[in-house]
């Protein structure tokens, strides 16, 4: 039997074929919503420092309280008005982009330096290596390599 055929409801644990099916219809991430203090300063942030762009305002009487931003990579962020709950992801990180090398990174890093923000030193990550950013609300948002770190890459 393999895993394909397995029933859902046995000891097993498996899937059934049909289950599986619609768990392989998931074809990608659409986007990632954060809760943030201030919609202007965090789109702004986003857009300076990571190179978002707003692409579309979300409003209630008169008042801005979301803007979906989209990056050139396809990547989709929504950030939405929630001052209470943004403090709640302080120093969590929720956004992981990946990039291609190691010395991407490091540009990442000079970028940062050039706009003076504050960024983690590049660390050897599971797998890959890894830099992290805090944005306005201090919620972590991580650059990342795939692969495995080696000596020679370090």
Not at 26 to 47: K, T
Not at 119 to 130: D, E, K, L, N, T
Request: glycine residues 10%; aromatic residues 8%; contains cysteine.
């Amino acid at each position: 039997m393999n895993q394909n055929d397995m029933d859902p409801s046995s000891s097993e644990g498996g899937y059934s074929s049909p289950t599986w099916a619609l768990f392989a219809s998931i074809i990608g991430v659409y986007h990632v919503r954060l809760p943030v203090s201030d919609v202007l300063l965090s789109r702004d942030w986003y857009a300076s420092v990571l190179g978002f762009e707003a692409v579309l305002d979300f409003e209630e009487e008169d008042r801005l309280v979301g803007v979906a931003l989209k990056h050139p990579s396809g990547v989709r962020l929504g950030l939405h008005l929630e001052p209470h709950r943004a403090p709640a992801l302080r120093g969590f990180v929720v956004l992981s982009l990946r990039v291609s090398t190691q010395a991407d990174l490091e540009a990442w890093g000079a970028h940062f330096r050039r706009l003076g923000v504050e960024h983690s030193v590049i660390a050897a990550g599971h797998p890959g290596f890894a830099l992290e950013v805090a944005d306005p609300d201090g919620i972590c948002v991580q650059l990342h390599t795939i692969g495995h770190p080696t000596t020679a890459d370090a």
